[in-house]
T-cell receptor, first 115, second 117 residues
Framework: AQTVTQSQPEMSVQEAETVTLSCTYD???????LFWYKQPPSRQMILVIR??????QNATENRFSVNFQKAAKSFSLKISDSQLGDAAMYFC????????????FGPGTRLSVLP | EPEVTQTPSHQVTQMGQEVILRCVPI?????FYWYRQILGQKVEFLVS????????KSEIFDDQFSVERPDGSNFTLKIRSTKLEDSAMYFC???????????????FGEGSRLTVL
């Protein structure tokens, strides 16, 4: 079974500053994918960033980047130049590589962005 | 841009009643999911559906729950006899999957809020 832990239920960041959201996971699989999904208030979840476990290079998407430490089973999300629109619930998600079944979500981190 | 649509956005029902939540996944997607989220808490997997059958289901998805893809476009979740603890936001999602180098990205609907009284 796969599990995902997000140890920070809530975080806040000043606008334009940088924040890092933590995620650790447990899996017995060697091939898997990790995602960060964002859930703004009263809106559906959208993909922020994706990382394949077989890739050593950390994924980046504009202001969003990850620090993927496979041996430590750690997958943190860094948001640079935080904007008010970044305020949301962020979920760390893992899926094993078997045809896209059963994404496992972490409990989420609620991020507030202070003006 | 293609999107996953869900109806109704909010349904209130009496305990013991049957509820059907409807979803229209993105048309060329292959994998379909139902997740639920109780009061903004953890997102819980219910069931995944592929090739016209359930591919995986969680412990939550007991005999009270069923899914159907009756016409090739709609994907429904039925709860036969609702309980108070079924009150939650139910999210439908679809995906192209991971095969062939695809991203595996889940596309979510906006959710159906179910309130059981």
């Amino acid at each position: 079974a796969q599990t995902v832990t997000q140890s920070q239920p809530e975080m806040s960041v000043q606008e334009a500053e940088t924040v890092t959201l933590s995620c650790t996971y447990d899996t017995s699989e060697s091939d898997y994918y990790l995602f960060w999904y964002k859930q703004p208030p009263s809106r559906q979840m959208i993909l922020v960033i994706r990382q394949e476990a077989y890739k050593q290079q950390n994924a980046t998407e504009n202001r969003f980047s990850v620090n993927f430490q496979k041996a430590a089973k750690s997958f943190s999300l860094k948001i640079s130049d935080s904007q008010l629109g970044d305020a949301a619930m962020y979920f760390c998600v893992i899926i094993r590589d078997n045809y896209g079944q059963n994404f496992v979500f972490g409990p989420g981190t609620r991020l507030s962005v202070l003006p | 841009e293609p999107e996953v649509t869900q109806t109704p956005s909010h349904q209130v029902t009496q305990m013991g009643q049957e509820v059907i939540l409807r979803c229209v996944p993105i048309s060329n997607h292959l994998y379909f999911y139902w997740y639920r989220q109780i009061l903004g808490q953890k997102v819980e997997f219910l069931v995944s559906f592929y090739n016209n059958e359930i591919s995986e289901k969680s412990e939550i998805f007991d005999d009270q729950f069923s899914v159907e893809r009756p016409d090739g476009s709609n994907f429904t979740l039925k709860i036969r006899s609702t309980k108070l603890e079924d009150s939650a936001m139910y999210f439908c999602a679809s995906s192209l999957g991971l095969a062939g180098g695809r991203s595996g990205e889940l596309f979510f609907g906006e959710g159906s809020r179910l309130t059981v009284l």
